[in-house]
């Protein structure tokens, strides 16, 4: 006679939980990756949030004879945006050209204002654009994507 015997209830049992816990961890893996994956694009965009950074003032600077293109750009940021320092490009513009992307150099806490002497290649310009960006965790630049303002002078 043979005799037919079915799966315990507890052998049953630890059959469900292995097979919920695999499951669980698969599922972790890839919701994992996925964050992780968003995690520098969400904080990049915290990084740009509310952030204000103009130019109050541009003018001549002190230009060698014969060669102008010198100007005393100040820059103001406002109290937007998170504790880290902000940087900024700046492009002078006038009615035939554009200068070259000059990079401003010194990084702008919130509420700090900062003056540098910029050469640009244009002469006699009359707009400057700012483009702010910041530097990420491996000190690459990445630009603010709504952190472009204009200045007429």
């Known amino acids: ?19 919920v816990l695999v499951a669980v961890g698969i599922i972790w893996g890839v919701v994992n990756n996925l964050l992780v994956k968003s995690k520098g694009k969400i904080s990049s965009s915290t990084k740009c949030l509310d ?7 541009v003018a001549e600077g002190n230009a060698t004879e014969g060669y102008g293109g010198i100007y005393n750009v100040t820059l103001k940021r ?25 990079d ?3 990084g702008l806490l ?12 244009t002469l006699a310009a009359s707009q400057v ?9 491996n000190g690459n630049e990445v630009l603010c994507p709504s952190g ?5 002078f």
């Open 78 to 102: 406002g109290a937007g945006g998170d504790d880290e320092e902000i940087y900024a490009k700046v492009v002078f513009y006038n009615a035939d050209s554009n200068s070259d992307v000059i």
């Open 129 to 137: 654009e700012i483009t702010t960006y910041f530097l990420d965790e």
């Open 148 to 152: 472009t303002t204009t200045f007429r």
């Open 51 to 57: 952030l204000d950074v103009q130019a109050t003032r």
């Open 1 to 19: 006679m043979i005799s037919k015997k079915g799966l315990s209830t507890v052998v049953t049992t630890l059959i469900i939980i292995l097979l």
């Open 104 to 106: 401003f150099g010194d």
């Open 110 to 121: 919130p509420l700090e204002t900062v003056t540098k002497e910029l050469n640009s290649s």
